[in-house]
């Protein structure tokens, strides 16, 4: 029965901190008016046929706080690159020098940061609702334990103990969502 209980916790625990690292990559996507080499995560390159993460085609840096650089591994891969960030939507206009691209990350206006604001409390709300998941789950194993055998006082205090767990991951996921709005709302 304690087998199953420590299994129940250990579940619930590494659910919960699944959620916060997919908020936390989430988030990352989310620019807050710096350049950032994370920025260019989502963009594929067509590389030879295969559609390539940009990254493992050429080395993406940066170059001060509003510039990007992309750097291609081959020459031929300037113009793929710069047609594949174009079309990734990301609202970026790379500029190909013949050598590497350069990318200005253009200031963000005071709209856009609060419709930035209002995306990352979303995917905070999205990361909750994951731990809440993960709460309702191990309520019900406990509660299954409870049919098998487990005092009910011993389920209460499991319980007890698997809203402690809930109510930490919540806080955390608070406050690395208030360090992200300090973040994007910084001019």
């Given at each position: ?47 030879y046929g295969s559609q390539t993460p940009l990254a493992q085609v050429a080395n993406v840096g940066t170059l001060d706080a509003r510039t990007i650089t992309v750097q291609p591994w081959e020459k ?112």
């Amino acid at each position: 029965m304690e087998e199953e209980i420590d299994f129940i916790f250990e579940s619930a625990k590494e659910l919960m901190a699944k959620s916060i690292v997919h908020f936390e990559k989430n988030l990352t996507k989310i620019r807050a008016g710096k350049a950032s080499p994370s920025m260019l995560d989502t963009v594929y390159v067509d590389y030879y046929g295969s559609q390539t993460p940009l990254a493992q085609v050429a080395n993406v840096g940066t170059l001060d706080a509003r510039t990007i650089t992309v750097q291609p591994w081959e020459k031929a891969m300037l113009e793929p690159i710069e047609r594949a960030i174009i079309n990734s939507n990301l609202g970026l206009n790379p500029q190909n020098n013949g050598d590497m691209i350069l990318i200005n990350v253009p200031q963000l206006t005071e709209e856009r940061r609060r419709d930035l604001t209002k995306q990352a409390k979303a995917e905070a709300e999205d990361a909750k609702v994951g731990i809440r998941n993960a709460r309702r789950d191990a309520n019900d194993e406990i509660k299954k334990l409870e049919k098998d055998g487990l005092s009910e006082d011993r389920a209460k205090d499991l319980v007890a103990e698997i809203q402690k767990l809930t109510d930490s991951h919540g806080a955390k996921i608070d406050e690395v969502l208030v360090r992200k709005e300090a973040d994007i709302m910084k001019v």
